[in-house]
Each structure stands twice: as structure tokens, then as C-alpha cells.
């Protein structure tokens, strides 16, 4: 797959998340070693890394899922460590969360997935137009038919689609996207990074996204950063980061394409 | 003791240090356990209330429940009514049967057992549920969203027993009884009436009172280990059959000794 242009409505200016000094361990294991990191309005910025390098736990401590031990982090303005909990819940409705395994409701039926953020966060909403919006995401995401199925109905790729489709329905303003591609085909796989450059373009969304995928990482990155022992190693374009003599790097690369 | 087992390593020192570890433990998920009670307090009082969910985990305790309950209560019935003939019949005291098979079971049996099946049936079902729920990140998912996950899903399934429980334990009480009396009939040939006024006259408003109290104790322990099991499950698939394990062997411990605990207050203030 082509490398991604770099989208023009990106604001260098306004920085919607921003990270110093980050610092996780779990026990006696450092996870993450004081990162910085900048996300720009309107960018796509994909973190890649090994598998265990605390890519997850960064977007886990962003989204305020776990607490960071040293560093700050900002999140809209807002710093992430001192919120209050009505605080953070008023900043995760602005903040989408893509999950690895999709984290679709099994008990619940599509439809009811994605109702449900909605008549929590807007009890206000008629019925009618819940189902606007419902009907409305689940296009976005191509799966109208689907909008009865149980999510043990679904292949991997509709579960992804649905899931992105659940954190649409509340009009975020920062996606975060774990391992978007896990698990699945090529073939799907490029469909789901179609979307993630979709989204961004018709929703305005600003994005992490999580991976060790490169095809991924070239297709929906308009800046790619690499996490490599706790730290951000190597950061610009796709084919700059990957542009050194950095063996830990080359060979994450090589690998990376043998699989 | 030579002061070399004191050395890093030599026997003596590892076994005190893995009883410390095992007694930090037991601390720690005694403070986690604690915790998670006094939130399910803090929380059951403020809004949102989540009643839908309530009404459908009422359904799924409660309803679902029905047939295994019934079955297994009237079996009891009648296999406590027929085990127990012979003891009185040695004394001809057969006419006792209804007042021992009231008392036995109103004040016990009826409580217990249900209060077992349900360990058994609702435990299990809402420890593996929400551990599942946990290891796939729905819980988290929950959380992202900005809903109350806890709310969601440990106060309503927690209420929902501890209303149903009693419920089920009333209904299990007279399905007992029932089984009770077609054994009875079959032998004595006692018409339904008077089997009932002889249940009735034998037990007191005190036994009905404890009996209530006692399920809705139970019902509330069933649905709480239910859920700090299921809510706070971990690694991977093996952490939700342990939690759904656990739910139940834990649960079913609890309701024994609450049992035995009730029971000798409820024996002192029949005292009094």
C-alpha cells in the first residue's frame, strides 16, 4: 500500500494532546522511561514498536484507563493526573477508543452498542434521531446490514468496524486507536486503515494510532514515532524514521516484512 | 536457631518470607474486598440509576432460576418429609410430620438451599460474565465512554440478587411445603387445609422474619462475591474460570458461616 499524504488541515499551531516526562512501571519493570509527545490537531501520528514496549500503556494513561507515575500529561487542555472524576468522564466523551479486541458489548446487539454511549451522554435525543445516528455511523463504517447482528455474528473486520463505529457515535475529537489491524487479513486490514484516513477526513479527528504493523503505519500515519526501550526513539515520516543506521530499528523493519 | 538461617535464602528465611507474602496478601485482598463493598454503598445511592439493567438481571436471577429451584424444592419436600417418618413414627408422633416439616424448612432449609442453588446458578453466571467482561476490555470500554462501569454492572446485578433471592427463597419455602404435603397425603392421608394450618400454627412471625432477613443476606453475598470476583478477574480465559469458580466456592462458604451466625442470634432473641 502507497504511503499516505500528509493532510493539509493539519494545525501545527494547536496541540490537542501533549505529553512530558512520561514515566509507567509495573512492579520492578519500567514500561515507559520519560516520553514526550506531541499531537497536532487534525494529524494522524502512529506509534510503533515491539510487542510489550507500553504502546498500549500510553494510550491507556491518555484516555486516564491507568495512572501515570511521573509526567505530565495533557490532554485538550486539560491535565489527565489532576482531574476530578466527573472531570475526566466530560474528557473521555471527547476522546474515541478503539480497542484491540474491538471490547464489543456480547450480550448487546449492534444497534444496542451503539445506542448505548448515546442514551447515556445524550438523554436529551429522541429515539428518532438515535436512530439517525446510529443508522449514520454504521454507514460510515459500511456495515448498515449488520445493525441487528450479535457481535458473535461478525467477523473480525466488522468487529473492528463496529467498534470504531461506537466511539464515532459521540463525535470525538481524538481517536485512539489500539492495534487497529491485529488479527486480521491483508485484505481487511487495508480496509480498516481506509477507514482510519476516512474517519479523519469526515469526522476532523485527531489520532493515535497504536501498532507494529508497517503497512498500516505507511497507510494512516502522517507522522510515525517508535517506542523502543521506553522511549521515543525515532520520529518524522514514515520513510525518515526508518532511514538510519539504528540496527534495533532496520531490524524491526526487516522483520517486520519476513512475517 | 543458628543465626546463619537467617542468611538470604537458607530455608528458615524463605519460609518466613512466603508466610509474610501470604499474609500481605490475604491484607491486600481484604482491603480490595472492603473497598469494593464500601463503593457499591457509596454508589447505590446516587444517579443514574440503572434501572433497565436491574429489571433484566431481576429476569435473569430470578425467572431463569425458577425451574432448578423448583425441582430441587420439591424433591427436598418430600424426601425431608419421607426421611423424617420413621423418626416419629418409633414415637407415634406421624401427626407431627406438617409442624417439623414447617419449621425445618422455614427456618432453614428454604433459605439455605436456595441460597446454595444460586451460588451455584447466579454466581458462577455473573462471575464469569463480568470476568469475561473484564478480560476483553469491555469493562474498559465502559470506562472510555464516560459510564460508570461499577454502576452498570456491579450495583444492579448486587441489587438484583438481593431482591430476587428472597423471592425465590419464598417461592422455593412453598414448593418445599407443597412436596411436603403430597407426601404426607400419601401416607396420612392429611387434606391440604389442615396441613397448612399445622404448618402455619408451628412456626412464629419471628422464623418468618429471619427467614427473610436470612435470604436477602444471602442474596446480597451471592451477587457481591459474584461480582469483586468477576469485576476484578485477570489472566486472560483461566482468570474467568477461576473467578467463576471462586464466585461459587466462596459464596457458598460465606452462606454457611452467615448461616450459623444468624441462626444463634435469631436462637437469642427467641430467648429472650
Given amino acids: 500500500m502507497e504511503a499516505k499524504e500528509i493532510n493539509p488541515n493539519i494545525d501545527r499551531t494547536e496541540k490537542v494532546i501533549s505529553i512530558r516526562g512520561l514515566k509507567k512501571a509495573f512492579d520492578d519493570f519500567e514500561v515507559l522511561k520519560g516520553v514526550d509527545l506531541d499531537l497536532y490537531k487534525g494529524e494522524n501520528l502512529v506509534v510503533l514498536g515491539r510487542s510489550g514496549t507500553g504502546k498500549s500503556v500510553l494510550i491507556k494513561i491518555i484516555s486516564g484507563l491507568l495512572q501515570a507515575d511521573e509526567g505530565q500529561v495533557n490532554v485538550l487542555g486539560r491535565e489527565v493526573g489532576n482531574l476530578t472524576p466527573k472531570e475526566l468522564d466530560a474528557l473521555r466523551l471527547k476522546i474515541g477508543f478503539s480497542f484491540q479486541n474491538s471490547a464489543l458489548y456480547d450480550s448487546m446487539t449492534v444497534r444496542e452498542n451503539l445506542e448505548f454511549p448515546l442514551v447515556r451522554h445524550a438523554k436529551e435525543m429522541t429515539e428518532a434521531d438515535r436512530d439517525r445516528i446510529i443508522r449514520f455511523v454504521l454507514e460510515a463504517v459500511g456495515l448498515s446490514q449488520a445493525i441487528n447482528q450479535m457481535p458473535s455474528e461478525l467477523s473480525g473486520g466488522q468487529r473492528k468496524r463496529i467498534g470504531i463505529a461506537r466511539t464515532l457515535i459521540l463525535k470525538p475529537e481524538i481517536m485512539l486507536y489500539d492495534e487497529p489491524t491485529a488479527g486480521l487479513d491483508p485484505i481487511t486490514s487495508i480496509e480498516i486503515n481506509k477507514l482510519i484516513n476516512e474517519v479523519q477526513r469526515r469526522f476532523n479527528t485527531s489520532s493515535i494510532i497504536i501498532t507494529h504493523d508497517l503497512t498500516c503505519a505507511r497507510a494512516v500515519g502522517d507522522r510515525v514515532v517508535m517506542l523502543l526501550e521506553g522511549q521515543f526513539q525515532r520520529q518524522g515520516k514514515f520513510e525518515d524514521v526508518f532511514d538510519t543506521k539504528d540496527e534495533r530499528v532496520k531490524a524491526f523493519y526487516n522483520y517486520n516484512f519476513i512475517d | ?272
Fill in chain 2, 1 to 272: 536457631m543458628d543465626l546463619d538461617d537467617n542468611k538470604p535464602g537458607t530455608a528458615p528465611t524463605r519460609r518466613r518470607f512466603v508466610t509474610t507474602r501470604r499474609l500481605d496478601r490475604m491484607f491486600v485482598e481484604l482491603a480490595s474486598v472492603y473497598r469494593f463493598i464500601a463503593r457499591f454503598f457509596k454508589e447505590v445511592w446516587f444517579p443514574p440509576y440503572e434501572f433497565k439493567e436491574i429489571i433484566k438481571q431481576c429476569y435473569e436471577i430470578g425467572v431463569r432460576s425458577l425451574p432448578l429451584i423448583s425441582l430441587t424444592g420439591f424433591i427436598i419436600g418430600i424426601v425431608f418429609t419421607n426421611q423424617s417418618r420413621p423418626s416419629l413414627a418409633g414415637f407415634g408422633a406421624t401427626a407431627l410430620l406438617p409442624a417439623l416439616i414447617s419449621v425445618a424448612i422455614v427456618r432453614a432449609m428454604g433459605p439455605l438451599v436456595t441460597a446454595l442453588i444460586a451460588a451455584g446458578r447466579v454466581g458462577s453466571n455473573i462471575g464469569a460474565e463480568l470476568g469475561s467482561m473484564r478480560v476483553t476490555e469491555q469493562i474498559d470500554a465502559m470506562e472510555v465512554s464516560a459510564t460508570n462501569p461499577f454502576k452498570f454492572l456491579v450495583v444492579s446485578r448486587v441489587l438484583a440478587s438481593t431482591f430476587m433471592i428472597p423471592a425465590l427463597t419464598m417461592y422455593t419455602t412453598f414448593v418445599s411445603l407443597l412436596g411436603g404435603y403430597l407426601n404426607v397425603h400419601q401416607n396420612e392421608l392429611t387434606t391440604l387445609t389442615t396441613f397448612f394450618y399445622q404448618v402455619f400454627d408451628a412456626i412464629t412471625f419471628l422464623d418468618i422474619i429471619a427467614s427473610s432477613v436470612k435470604s436477602v443476606i444471602f442474596g446480597f453475598t451471592i451477587g457481591m462475591v459474584g461480582c469483586y470476583k468477576g469485576y476484578n478477574s485477570s489472566k486472560g480465559t483461566e482468570g474467568v474460570g477461576k473467578a467463576a469458580n471462586s464466585s461459587v466456592v466462596t459464596a457458598m462458604f460465606l452462606i454457611f458461616i452467615e448461616e450459623l451466625l444468624i441462626m444463634q442470634i435469631i436462637n437469642a432473641i427467641r430467648a429472650v
